[in-house]
């Protein structure tokens, strides 16, 4: 995986540009820690930052091959991600006449859209976001993958678009601002920490939309997808329909164990990841490979102080031991404590250049950093609970029924924090309203369906296209920031589109939640792990974290120079931190995002407005 960046301007002559193009290129340093390059011509400018995967010696970007009509023409590629089937594309290419100089994919993707143009998305079965610059055409391509795994925002101006892996690459550049207007601070409150496709909170930047490409040239900006879901009429008995994602699954974690450098799996010893994990360990064996190596996080003192309750039923400590001895891993197990989870909430807001999800997130910093150590890759397990139907807002008559997204039922909740300013400039319910209606305008129905069918055709649809994104970004920003680059199977396209059509009584086969998929691992995981209940990413229940986080939100309440303070609503905001406590369980936000995770997105926010200088215009 990488970094990538670039700008394309119609009025400067951008060779004289070359110490901006390398300021924004190193803001992906992070990502890319192995290797750096820069191209610049007179009107398109690219940078690179590596972390070197597939061929460490070959593959150095940006990379250049000619034109398929005329060869004194160039197309110029910056691309983050992996081709899973690059392969295939490389023997067909082969077939057709192309000479390959590198082991890598990155010229596969090159030469695919040589020859093939835009139709290469079509065949491509990855994770990724790159930018083509094709010198004859003097024209700009770009594209995202189908699930949006992989980030690419931009920003257009009259003769000009800039764009980069983060907003922190567009940012470095002399002429942008860090703003924030009316829109993108209702983002931060009513929707965050999840974010609507397409909104790059930032004043004037976007982002690429998963399944999406973009042309722009002299006659301006094209956007068009290139892949949704659409809905079809599922017509496999359960048997063929648990042996086909059974079949997917294996396939795509297959390919996804390519690498030249270490690889592991995270294992929380639920279903998902010790699905993943049991795969490894098979294509391990087949292949003549050493053992799996796994990791799990776990927070210091939380066996103390761990409560079930309804969106957290049991702790992963020993569901992970059953696994690992079953699967014979060699496992290494992460631990935090309070202090380091409080330290590293700054990190997270670096890593994604806005709050995120607290606590949810520094964890998975640290927990990164450390696997770092010893990998360079890991295989985990987001996505299932979209596509399968995994979390309580599919099984939950108030979620179902609410007006608004399963996984944040409590908007006025939210608006009460916001300052009455704030409330009258951004109008956060109507703007909620109006996302949540343009989601609902996407879903593709299938004529025929029942009511009933149809809403559970719709959770899906929101889960995949709205709250996936959430957990999809958080892992890339997170890990990247590392340098670790983390695959995620279950957003195999070819996955989710045969899921999404699995009519949901199929996927409550047995009665259980994600029925179809524990019918399909049978034989893979042992009985009782198969038949675990779903326990979301741990969180720390220490309440030593609610304490720490409390009492630094109580001293920002005081601190008249707080940059907060004119968006919240300052008395309310110190009313819950007063009364909160480690038995209360509000609903902030999915899951995990309870008081705690509040009072340290406050936090976040706090930083974020100082450390970036934001201006609220």
């Not at 925002?153 to 907003?167: D, K």
């Not at 079809?232 to 329909?241: A, G, I, L, Q, W």
């Not at 066996?303 to 020993?318: E, L, M, V």
Request: net charge negative; with cysteine; hydrophobic share 35%.
């Amino acid at each position: 995986m990488c970094g990538i960046t670039g700008w394309i301007d119609w009025h400067e002559d951008l060779t004289r540009h070359k110490d901006t193009v390398e300021k924004m290129t190193t803001t992906m340093e992070l990502r890319g820690p192995d290797a750096s390059g820069t191209w610049l011509s007179r009107h398109a400018a690219f940078g690179h930052r590596r972390l070197s995967v597939i061929d460490p010696v070959g593959g150095a970007q940006p990379m250049v091959r000619a034109s398929k009509h005329a060869e004194e023409h160039d197309c110029v590629l910056v691309y983050n991600g992996e081709l899973y089937n690059a392969p295939e594309l490389r023997r067909e290419l082969e077939s057709l006449g192309h000479r390959f100089r590198t082991a890598c994919d990155t010229e596969v993707l090159l030469l695919s859209y040589v020859e093939w143009g835009p139709d290469c998305l079509d065949k491509f079965n990855g994770i990724f976001a790159f930018a083509i610059w094709e010198t004859e055409k003097q024209q700009l391509f770009m594209a995202r993958d189908r699930l949006g795994v992989k980030p690419l925002f931009y920003r257009r101006e009259e003769g000009r678009l800039l764009f980069g892996s983060e907003p922190k690459a567009i940012l470095a550049h002399p002429d942008v601002p860090a703003e924030i207007d009316s829109e993108g601070l209702a983002e931060l409150f009513i929707i965050g920490p999840a974010r609507t496709p397409g909104q790059g909170i930032w004043k004037d930047m976007s982002e690429l939309r998963a399944g999406h490409c973009l042309v722009y040239n002299r006659d301006g900006m094209r956007i068009s997808p290139y892949w949704q879901l659409e809905s079809r009429t599922h017509e496999d008995s359960e048997e063929k329909t648990a042996e086909r994602v059974a079949e997917l699954l294996y396939d795509t974690v297959e390919r996804q164990l390519v690498s030249d450098v270490p690889i592991c799996t995270l294992l929380s010893g639920g279903l998902d990841s010790s699905a993943l994990t049991s795969y490894s360990v098979q294509y391990y064996a087949q292949t003549g490979q050493d053992r799996v190596h796994t990791y799990s996080v776990d927070y210091v003192d939380n066996d103390k102080y761990f409560t079930a309750h309804a969106y957290q039923p049991n702790s992963d400590a020993p569901w992970i031991k059953r696994m690992q001895e079953y699967l014979d891993t060699e496992h290494h197990e992460v631990k935090f404590d309070t202090p380091e989870l409080v330290s590293a909430l700054e990190a997270a807001v670096l890593a994604k250049d806005s709050p995120g999800m607290a606590d949810i997130d520094a964890s998975l910093y640290l927990f990164c950093r450390e696997i770092k150590k010893g990998a360079t890759v890991a295989l985990s397990g987001e996505a299932a609970d979209e596509i399968f139907g995994g979390y309580p807002w599919f099984h939950r008559p108030e979620a179902l029924n609410a007006q608004t997204f399963g996984w944040s039922l409590f908007p006025e909740l939210r608006e009460s924090v916001m300052s009455d300013e704030l409330r009258e400039k951004s109008r956060p319910m109507e703007y909620l309203g109006d996302r949540y209606s343009e989601a609902l305008a996407e879903v593709p129905l299938l004529p025929g369906e029942s009511d009933a069918e149809r809403r559970m055709r719709t959770m899906s649809y929101l889960s995949i296209s709205r709250f996936m994104p959430t957990l999809l970004d958080r892992k890339d920003r997170m890990s990247m920031a590392v340098g670790l680059e983390v695959r995620v199977p279950y957003c195999d396209h070819r996955l989710v589109d045969y899921v999404f059509n699995i009519p949901w009584e199929l996927k409550m086969a047995g009665g259980r939640e994600k029925g179809i998929l524990r019918k399909a691992l049978t034989g893979a995981l042992p009985e009782e792990v198969l038949y675990r209940k779903k326990s979301p990413y741990p969180k720390t229940h220490n309440p030593g974290y609610l304490n720490a986080v409390r009492g630094m939100l109580l001293e920002k309440l005081e601190d008249s120079s707080s940059p907060l303070l004119p968006l919240i609503n300052v008395q309310k905001v110190r009313e819950m931190a007063v009364t909160a406590d480690t038995s209360s369980h509000l609903p902030w936000f999915g899951q995990l995002m309870s008081a705690p995770q509040l009072f340290a997105y406050l936090l976040q926010f706090d930083f974020w407005l100082r450390h970036y200088k934001v201006k609220i215009v």
